[in-house]
Nanobody, 118 residues
Framework: VQLQASGGGLVQAGGSLRLSCAAS????????MGWYRQAPGKQRQLVAA???????DIADSVKGRFTISRDSATYTVTLQMNSLKPEDTGVYYC?????????????WGQGTLVTVSS
């Protein structure tokens, strides 16, 4: 499974950005999809994820500002980021859970940089 991310860039605090990620290849194995963020000097952390059934899981730090959606027909996940803050700055990575016999593993897309200026 390949993950192609798009979006990101530089925005002022209070602005909005949209990230999209499309899965291709053996997409029948894809279950949950989501976005993780890695700020400078910090570990990668979950921002938002969504199950195959469409149930979202949003990090408390972005709840009320970010929404995640999924197009099951195209295996695309979109992260709408509103009211951005400087602390949202980081490299955002698309993630897909790949179901295999006995469990699942993480598949990662290339990171896309989001910079929020104050």
């Amino acid at each position: 499974v390949q993950l192609q991310a798009s979006g990101g860039g530089l925005v002022q605090a209070g602005g909005s950005l949209r990230l999209s990620c499309a899965a291709s290849g053996n997409v029948g194995l894809v279950s949950g999809m989501g976005w993780y963020r890695q700020a400078p000097g910090k570990q990668r952390q979950l921002v938002a994820a969504i199950t195959a059934a469409g149930t979202p899981d949003i990090a408390d730090s972005v709840k009320g500002r970010f929404t995640i959606s999924r197009d099951s027909a195209t295996y695309t996940v979109t992260l709408q980021m509103n009211s951005l803050k400087p602390e949202d700055t980081g490299v955002y990575y698309c993630n897909a859970k790949i179901q295999v016999f006995g469990g699942a593993y993480d598949n990662w897309g290339q990171g896309t940089l989001v910079t929020v200026s104050s």
